[in-house]
């Protein structure tokens, strides 16, 4: 059994890897918080729901907690939070999570017990980042 001699492949150009710089305002800047005992990793312009807040519809809220906050000039890692770092909240409403049922039931015993509950949230707009006051960028 004789193999035939392949083709010779051609090489190809070595290719520049540039980078993509088509990130959209916003996409590349983000915070990690800490708020009502977990952490959140929050952008611009977006909304969350947290556990209920202290505040009424309209208010706005800061968090100083700030574990970490990236944006176009690079990461800053804080130790265990960033120097002077604030995230500004705008409460827009105060929801009530998803029913969640919880069902005990002891086999044999005749036992069973059926229980339900909503979480009380709060849904906030992140308005802005601010690191040393001034905003990110």
């Known amino acids: 059994m004789s193999e035939t001699p392949s083709k010779a492949k051609a090489s190809k150009p070595a290719e520049s890897k540039a980078k993509a710089s088509d990130s959209s305002s916003g996409a ?12 959140f990793w929050l952008q611009p312009n977006r909304y969350y729901d947290f556990d209920r807040l202290d505040g009424e ?9 700030v574990l970490l906050v990236s944006g176009k000039a690079g990461a800053s890692l804080g130790q265990p939070y960033v120097k002077d770092a604030v995230v500004n909240l705008k409460v827009l409403a105060h929801r009530r999570g998803p029913k969640v049922i919880v069902y005990k039931m002891q086999k044999k015993k005749k036992t069973r017990r059926k ?6 949230l709060t849904r906030v707009m992140v308005e802005s980042i601010t690191v040393g006051g001034k905003p990110l960028s």
């Open 28 to 39: 590349d800047q983000y915070a990690i918080v800490e708020a009502s005992g977990q952490q």
């Open 57 to 65: 519809v309209g208010d706005k809220v800061s968090l100083k907690e």
């Open 115 to 120: 229980n339900g509950h909503r979480q009380e």
